[in-house]
């Protein structure tokens, strides 16, 4: 890098058009789908405040206590970029009176968040997520319908193996119990923990279970599970889920070791992981927070939502989709390129995908470019005003009148 240059900040990358076209791709082929089932599109501030994050997603997890990007605004307020997205939808929730509105309201979203985690392939400090939410209801309806809407999305995608992880973690007060169980398990093996386990033995317990230190791990695998302690009503509510996801031929696999990094879960969670990508195997995934709405404030409201990584499914995607195949390259054989610019102007009021050269190269030059482009057709403007269409799979040419141009590409 040469004196005086700059690069991008560490864990942010630039979106170059190649790669933009796919990301949005993966955005309307996800809004297809959401806004089929209801969801209308919300978009909440870049950043809020931050105690938003320290009361919905937790004062011990991950992201509050290491990852957030916090800073104090020119009125002395703590303001913090997003990490996430549950927490700012459900204070909008809140702020714009939606309890108001018919139950549940369906959101999606789509989006940049910010974490300063360590970059690796695929995980970076500025990131991307398209993510959808019912609040509004505790039914597992919801749960299910937002399971099978991830799942077709990833399928939509040509994710054909990813797998689905699902579990609970019941109610607040059901989990109560359990979280007491778990504590004591650790504390018999607090000799063989990480330091940041043992350090949140009495605040977060369930966080061992992501935990990637090797004694750890170890120790959780014989662990007691939430799902070996659930409430009655916790257990048959994962059941109806269940038997929907059997109904709508998503397969899944029960894991009691899955707790998801937020504080605010409740009942169902779910993974889609992918093993193509290694140990950072995660898609996207969510569950279900019946507390965090009246947690800021609002009414006692369910709710349940996931969120898919962006850059997680473009490592997952086996293929790229084929660039865009322009209709028309119109191609000044005359030498008018203004002409040409026109042209081309009115093939794509006419909705056709048009090229036309930008550099006022010669006739041989761009049609050579034509030919690179890929477009069916060249529009060859010839002199006297005549105008040729050029099949350039075959190589025919006829004369067409300039204002007849458009039927003709869009019939051919």
């Not at 209308?40 to 994050?53: C, D, K, N, S, W």
């Amino acid at each position: 890098m040469s004196a005086g240059s700059h690069q991008a900040p560490k864990g942010t990358f630039d979106v170059l058009p190649g790669e933009e076209r796919v990301r949005t791709l993966i955005s309307q082929h996800g809004a297809e789908i959401l806004e089929a089932a209801g969801y209308g599109r919300i978009e909440t501030p870049a950043f809020e405040e931050t105690a938003l994050f320290e009361r919905g997603v937790g004062e011990s997890t991950d992201i509050v206590r290491k990852e957030m990007f916090t800073f104090e605004d020119q009125g002395g307020r703590s303001m913090t970029l997003r990490p996430e997205g549950t927490a700012p939808i459900c204070r909008a929730y809140v702020e714009h009176g939606m309890h108001k509105l018919p139950q549940p309201v369906k959101l999606w979203y789509a989006g940049p968040f910010f974490r300063y985690e360590r970059p690796q392939e695929g995980r970076f400090r500025q990131f991307n997520q398209i993510g959808a939410e019912a609040v509004g209801t505790d039914s597992p309806l919801a749960d299910a319908e937002l399971i099978v809407l991830l799942d077709e999305l990833l399928r939509g995608l040509g994710i054909e193996d990813a797998e689905l992880r699902l579990s609970s973690l019941g109610t607040v007060e059901s989990r109560a119990a359990y979280r007491e169980e778990l504590r004591s398990y650790l504390r018999e093996h607090e000799g063989e923990l990480s330091a940041d386990v043992r350090s949140r033995i009495d605040a977060n317990p369930l966080r061992a279970f992501d935990a990637d230190h090797e004694g750890t791990r170890a120790v959780m695998a014989s662990a007691p599970t939430m799902l070996e302690s659930l409430a009655e009503a916790d257990a048959e509510h994962l059941g109806a889920v269940r038997r929907m996801l059997d109904a709508a031929a998503v397969p899944y696999r029960l894991d009691g070791t899955l707790v998801r990094g937020l504080d605010y879960y409740t009942r169902t969670v779910f993974e889609f992981t992918c093993d193509r990508l290694g140990a950072q195997s995660g898609i996207g995934g969510g569950g279900r927070y019946d507390g965090l709405v009246e947690q800021l404030g609002g009414p006692p409201t369910p709710g349940v939502g996931w969120a898919a990584g962006i850059e997680r499914i473009l490592l997952a995607m086996r293929d790229a989709p084929p660039d865009r195949v322009p209709e028309a390259f119109v191609i000044a054989a005359d030498g008018d390129h203004e002409r040409a610019f026109g042209v081309a102007l009115q093939l794509r009021r006419a909705r056709l995908a048009t090229r036309v050269d930008l550099a006022a190269r010669s006739a041989k030059a761009q049609m050579k470019q034509a030919d690179r482009s890929g477009a069916r057709f060249a529009v060859i403007l010839a002199e006297g005003g005549a105008v040729r269409l050029r099949d350039m799979s075959g190589g025919e040419e006829r004369e067409v009148p300039e204002d007849e141009l458009a039927d003709e590409i869009a019939g051919s």
